[in-house]
């Protein structure tokens, strides 16, 4: 690939991802709404709100795939959600129709479904049930990819990350982490098949406690390969276990499904 | 019931309702963005702009239950939609958090899932195949009711309208008819129910040419009595019937699935 | 069919059934714990513990068909459940099974899968949920039904009967409701079709709202007539609806879910 | 339509429906390998041998529709079924594809699922379970039907008759029988549907006593309007139950499934 | 855990846990109505008779979880295993349910759907297919807890054993096989997980040759490390392999199924 | 085994399975209608065209087992895929019927499913999507198998075989790959299971790009070895990776969809 754009560039995971996809483009696009920090040779850097059209188009002029993990990543306040991941993934799509149609990797999120049990073991077929703001404005994502998908063949893998983190900070991703080199292997996966289609992805690693079923995508070919039970005796000796009526212990999105409603100012 | 909210009152669908819905509640309240004419005596009117979360609070004070037919109901632009559909369904579940959660009608539509073909038969967990932005956006709505259910015990009727229309006016209508007297009849149901949950509903009628199963909401002890098949004669002597190729023969969202993507000013 | 044994034909259901049945065999064979009444002609009447092996061998001996109403209905002591419902069905297949095998209509019940919600809408394949004591014996009949056929080819209908009564007392009974006369063509039906099996049969009558499919039971041919629908407008006269969080109003076994488990004395 | 071909026409079902076909076509082209007897001013006959690919290239040539009731219809040596209904259904395809492809009814058999025993429930998804060599024969018809389709577009309704017959002449006709007046209506809203794919259809009446769903097919608004049942007394009356250990009460196929693999001369 | 209850550890199985289980629990509190030999210093001993309350009652009293081995464990009289597994049971939920609801493993059995054939893949929603009074008895026992589970909150995990021995002995076990060390290793993640629920678990290793599919159990993280094919050669060196019409080679439940019904005295 | 007879045994396939097939059996008894070159001391050569019934019959004589490769293995003329893969294999199957019915292995192709695309993750129940006449044949010999099964017994093991060849030499094949030793090995379960039944098996190795799910196989213990991945590097060096509109890439029966209805002389 020449060029890969990367949103949300300086957000968390995007930080992490920034290093590791060096290997997938010769160039690589990266955008934030804050700063992007000193750019190296490889890169680009823009920054860009995604709510504003204008910018949009700019940021997707030029690329041959878009990994997007930009806008809103937990419960905030709606307007928020509504600028950066509402009308910010309606920008997306439309820039990237707009030129060429590169195939788009859209970090959607566990939350569209935390509301299903830790003991359901779910597919990629399942009803939605998010959790908060957050993960509706997830659902919208994933519903106007498929739009974009079934009216113009856009492609986009809808990857339904857990916590792709250095390592799990909690017992409940002891189910839902994902490992970075996972999440770098899967998006090499995605870019390599020569149809994608727009399926949905579980965003997790190769982990001994799984709640979600990948076997819809083996076509994929991905295997990941880090298991979060490496990391079970340093949880049990540095974090409490959960009690047994803790959300984190019930609900696919733990802590989330308390969240309340964030108040507008 | 002591005062019913239906908002979207001056569209189409609103207006047919409207006399019918007096047998279910001793007040209606009426609301649209235009005009609604004279009311009755049994009937308040508002002028409110869904968008408005001031207004939409006012408006929703002191209701029991809530038909809501308001917000843009066919393709547009997306701010608009964004508005009325998106912006306005956050408000509007909002203002009955705060008012007792009165119980929702909430008119979805067959847009939701238009890009499934005619001779797929979908009951109410099919994912979404929506056919523009309009169904995305009700995807979204779709999506936001069953968080406000799960994490407060909202209750809402996702009811996805095929075409509730005097009669059909084309024959891909002898599959999605719904007459507004079986429409009566379910909110009937609806607020009969001693417990709702957040169930999806297709709206048809009882019409011959099917596609849609309502058997997961059977506990309704919803009937519709109308069939469609009534109207064939007259649909064959005064439309065309649509070529093999035609959307209108193949989508189960009929042409909008070749709507174009509205163009901002 | 020349003789018919009913058991349990002093109870609720037995008396309504006793009449009826005449239809369908020259001789009913009638037993219960407690005094049946004076018997008609073509009757013959048996006091019977259902616990006692010798009486059961006797009671069976010479019949060609069983409609086994008996033992314990309600709720009850687990001693009691145990003599009658568990080692009296025992008794009863062993006592078949020593007979030639003649088919049986078991008062299996609603109660076996009491704790799924109205909203669930049930096949004959689902597991158990069982709402109390009573009910877990009716799972435990059921699983040796289906052992006896298994193994020894003994036929029987397990009829999972909702609430087989003159008409429905409570808006609940709207889709549990079986009228009598139904009851009797289903009988009619299972002691009809060359080969039975063991089928799950759901005991419902034609109701609008309705809980359970029996599509997977349509080759009895069995075409319930009546609909509780007809009551709704007494019911509402006489019995105030349920409240939303009335187990009435959520589970399938209604306030079964809510009895304690009985004190043995 | 102008010209329907009906295969078979000197058959048993093709003579039964020779006259009610009139309604759907100006004219009739009734092929058959036996005397098609004398010919009304609408229709044309034809001698064909349906191994013959240069006499069936004929008989097509010039037909908007076809209902292929040609062929063997029982249990039969295999050269002869392989002649009849495997070269000679490859024949017909490949002559509907040089002349424009017009739609086919095709005459398959619930012969293609005999082996299901009468207590299992189909949908028209379950894998194939013949019960001789002419059930093979039409299990082939089907596959080679569903490749025009995916291959080329050619449309077909795999129409899975039961017995279609002037009225049930045994017990298991009370769940097979299809009436002639229903099969008629069944290719009406064949030949009416805009896009007809390439769908199993099981050819049953509105039986009470039923084995298959057609719920699948709902897009067609196919209803049936007869049922075996009214004949049952007569049928209780004349023929003696099947016992339950022979095939008529077992199989779906019914006697089909002790059929001998006919000898070769 | 400070005190874990084994029942039944007397037994074959029993006396293969009893070391094993010492690194789950301060104190083993074990129990078997035959003599226990010796008790080490962290090991209190129990005569007990499961079908007598009181003796059951003292037994639980202070126990934070239970591994319930006990009762009849093959096929056997009635009123053997009505004591034991039925009455025996009962006390146990309810010596339960008086002591604070302690997590329950019950060893349940592949004997309650023993009838399914070697070619089937099951899932833990099927229904049963009991092999025997033992097998129902097993099924009684999973209805009870589900029950506890439904009304009260007691958590159990529903352990269908297949064949827990030192090796497999015969071929049918290179299916069924479990090795204690997994055994170990389930009954730990059981007590790790901080929600459990009612759940089926399969018990058998990592063999090869699966006919249970343990999907729905992920989110235990249990992961069985040993795996029958092990032992293959060897078996085959000293065991004859299976007729193909032996029930060890048909069904699951492997001999049982052809265990007669066994005379009381 | 005594003696296996392999049919198609100088076909590319059938070259590479018999030196491997030595060890399964003390007499190899080798077919082919082209010369089979010079023969091993173990091996019986037979010269054999498939469609004639009596060489049929003496080539299956004295076989303990049978591997069938032979036939049409491409997209051919039906007359000669009709002579060798329907007629051939209905000679075939009462050959086997009238001696003794060894176990047969059935070559079968993935051609049967064709049409699905890659991204469709395919269980063994799926409905036939055959890509062409070569793919017909194939379910036609997978419905005569069944029939056989169902009405006499005999065993089959259907082997949707992906591409059995020394290694990929596409892209598409890095999912249908099967390498020859795995083969092998599936073999040995299949003759080596007490019970086979008639089950479909997918003939893949174990690929990390997979389409297929061999699950409800799990009984017979087959775990494949190899991983055509390990041969991606060499593809992506020296084959073109596929454009995303090749059907290549789309369909899971690859190029075999566009191929044509090969003209009869």
Known sequence: MKRLLVTGA?????????GRLKSVADTLRLSDIVDLGDGQPHEELFTCDLGDRDQVFRLVEGCDGIVHLGGISVEDKFSKIMNANILGLYNLYEAARANGMPRIVFASSNHTIGFYQQNEYLNGDVPFRPDGLYGVSKCFGEALAHMYHDKFGQETALV????????????????????RN????????????PRLGCPVIWGCSNNDAKWWDNAHVSYL?????????????????????????????????????????????
């Open 221 to 265: 070919g991905w295997k990941p390969k880090d298991n979060a039970e490496q990391f079970r005796a340093e949880l049990d000796a540095t974090v409490p276990r959960p009690a047994p009526e803790d959300p984190i212990a019930i609900y696919q999105g733990g802590p989330f499904v308390r969240d309340p409603i964030f108040k507008e100012d």
């Open 160 to 179: 339904r990350i857990g916590s792709c983190m250095e390592k799990p900070t909690n017992h409940r991703m002891l189910s839902t982490w994902m490992s």
């Open 10 to 18: 300086a957000g968390g995971l995007g930080k992490a991802m920034r």
């Open 182 to 193: 996972d999440f770098l292997s899967m998006i090499e996966c995605i870019f390599r098949v």
